[in-house]
């Protein structure tokens, strides 16, 4: 029997999610190169056709007034009047492992009787390998038997594919479903932008481990060693309230792709790698060998902060010879 | 109003844990250190500052896991909820979103809560998911990743706020009970007060066996536990510090980062 990979694709602005994209090569790894893609919205024909032609996937559009503002209420609706009537055949629903994506695939699990595997990173065989505690460990999780729910890490599979020999099939669905028990009121931007992240050549970022706030003065002592850098936080020192959120890199914060990267005592869970992994070149100081952060950085220095920084810095002022 | 927080009890360093084989899992060694989760702590906070603006606010913190967990369940009566509840699985293994949430619901599906919160993810699971399938399991609206939550306790409307990709936010109202995961850096969880801390002290758990609360769906299994691939790591840099400081030098120099000698 031919199995379906069903991939719910995202927007944003009126252009596919990079995500999405990377779905695909998700799907192609599972065996099923043009997977069907759902795409949910209001009048986004155009989109969802020229989805279909870039990707020769059937693309099933599902059309609804209320669909222009996500809430996890409509979309799982939504996409319950789809998904529902072709249980057996499934073999997967594949989301992103973004805001949309983990918020809906519990609850849609949940109706389908199937089991959801979130931030999933790699296939082996019928199984699923994910991260766990922040990244120091794997895990292989192998679902039962019939239709599973998966989140797919964003970054994890490639987003480029090759054109397509014809377009795919573009079918609409139109739904009446509305907002009962959870109005949408509306998006709005970050508070925090301008901390000159996106202009930097060089990003110096500080994670939980330089301690405490008062040993940020030595990473901007080796920020300022750089022309064009920036200060950048993981997550977790925000939250502290060391730096101000502008800073922040990662999946809630900003994402960046400067020439130069250095984490510092950044411990590197995938909220904040997935913000900064297309670094030309990533240096990482951390005191754990283990750290998850040293496997996204192209050299890897195992040295306590406080007392590498100052060394480094002399070094630069008083070179040998 | 009555509000339910669910907490987990996660180790402090994962190097300290005993990797087994059959079933394929992890169990602390008696070097192991636990705390809570750490966005369970924003989520108690949460529920506590609410207490502050609607006194009279019952606050009960939940966690399920052995018996070690009670410590986690104490950490949060210190910090001021008022009644602690362990459901208790004797044995140390592996649940998914599903299976924890499916046996939280059991024993909160007719206690009558206004609010459960729950940290958006544990530290060592990284699930993401035991809040969505709570809404799911108990018929209620969850809304994730919460950074802001206004409550009119007349009409039991909330408007709350989440935080979705680049910081931006999504509002929605929605009417009490309601689920809500939060999000790290919402607020600034507190430290225990000595009072709380001796009022504790004296205070008994809630104690039920999770196995009289419904009996988990195990729809997967962990086939293997292991270390990351090591090959997929950079260079690492060897020496002393101070070699390591120059031929970090060097290669910056090198790939015309930083002008040095």
């Given amino acids: 029997m031919n199995r379906n990979i069903i991939i719910i694709g995202e927007h944003h602005e009126g252009t596919i999610s990079p995500g999405t994209l990377e779905l ?137 594919r090759t054109p397509p020999e014809k377009s795919g099939h573009m079918r609409i669905v139109d739904v009446s479903v509305a907002p009962v028990s959870m109005i949408p009121q ?113 050299y890897a220095i195992v040295e306590d902060l406080l007392s590498f920084i100052p060394v480094l810095m002399e070094e630069y002022t008083h070179p040998p010879g | 109003m009555k509000i339910l927080v669910c907490i987990k009890q996660v180790c402090d360093s994962s190097e300290t844990l005993v990797h087994d084989t059959d079933p394929p899992w992890v169990r602390p060694s008696p070097a192991t250190v636990f705390r809570m989760n750490r966005f369970d702590e924003f989520a108690l906070e949460e529920a506590l500052l609410i207490g502050e603006r609607f006194p009279g606010t019952e606050i009960h913190a939940l966690s399920v896991g052995p018996s070690r967990v009670c410590t986690t369940i104490r950490k949060a009566l210190e910090m001021g909820a008022s009644h602690g509840i362990h459901l208790c699985i004797e044995k140390e293994l592996y649940l998914s979103g599903e299976d924890t949430a499916s046996i939280i619901a059991g024993y909160a599906r007719d206690k009558g809560y206004d609010l459960i919160l729950t940290g958006i993810m544990s ?51 929605v009417k009490m009970p309601v689920v809500l995961t939060i999000q790290s850096g919402i607020n600034r969880p507190r430290y225990p007060s000595l009072s709380n801390v001796l009022r504790a002290r004296s205070q008994d758990l809630e104690t039920c066996e999770a196995e009289h609360l419904g009996s988990p769906a195990f729809r997967q299994k962990i086939a293997a536990i292991r270390y990351p691939d090591a090959g997929k790591k950079g260079t690492f840099i060897q020496g002393d510090s101070r070699q390591k400081a120059r031929e970090l030098l060097s290669i910056l120099h090198e790939k015309s980062l930083l002008s040095w000698r």
């Fill in chain 2, 123 to 173: 530290e060592d699971t990284m699930h993401c998911q035991v809040g969505q399938y709570l809404g799911a399991l108990l018929v209620l609206p969850c809304i994730t990743s919460v950074i802001s939550e206004e409550i009119s306790p007349d009409d039991a409307r909330v408007v709350v706020e989440r935080e979705i990709e680049s910081g931006r936010r999504q509002a929605f109202l």
């Fill in chain 1, 24 to 160: 695909l090569d998700f799907s192609r790894a599972l065996g099923s190169p043009f997977p069907e893609i759902i795409l949910l919205g209001s009048d986004i024909f155009s989109l969802a056709e020229n989805l279909a032609e870039r990707t020769g996937c059937a693309v099933t559009l599902i059309n609804g007034e209320h669909l222009n503002l996500y809430s996890a209420e409509l979309y799982q609706k939504a996409l319950l009047e789809v998904l529902r009537p072709r249980d057996e055949r499934t073999l997967c629903i594949a989301f992103s492992h973004t805001s949309l994506g983990f918020d809906l695939a519990p609850a849609l699990a949940h109706a389908l009787q199937a089991p959801c595997i979130s931030s999933v990173e790699d296939i082996e065989e019928s199984s699923f390998v994910r991260s766990i505690f922040g990244g120091k460990l794997q895990s292989v999780v192998t679902p039962q038997n019939g239709p599973v729910v998966l989140t797919v890490l964003p970054g994890a599979f490639s987003p480029d």
């Fill in chain 1, 186 to 298: 509306g998006e709005r931007a970050s508070e925090y932008r301008d901390s000159g992240l996106h202009d930097a050549d060089v990003i110096v970022s500080a994670g939980r481990g330089i301690g405490k706030k008062e040993n940020l003065s030595l990473i901007s002592a080796l920020a300022s060693l750089f022309p064009r850098s920036a200060l950048g936080a993981s997550r977790a020192v925000c939250d502290l309230g060391w730096m101000e959120y502008r800073h922040q890199i990662g999946t809630t914060g900003q994402t960046v792709s400067p020439k130069l990267y250095i984490a510092c005592g950044i411990s590197g869970a995938i909220q904040h790698t997935s913000g900064m992994k297309n670094a030309q070149t990533i240096i990482a100081i951390n005191s754990d060998p283990n750290a998850a952060i040293f496997s996204v950085s192209h």
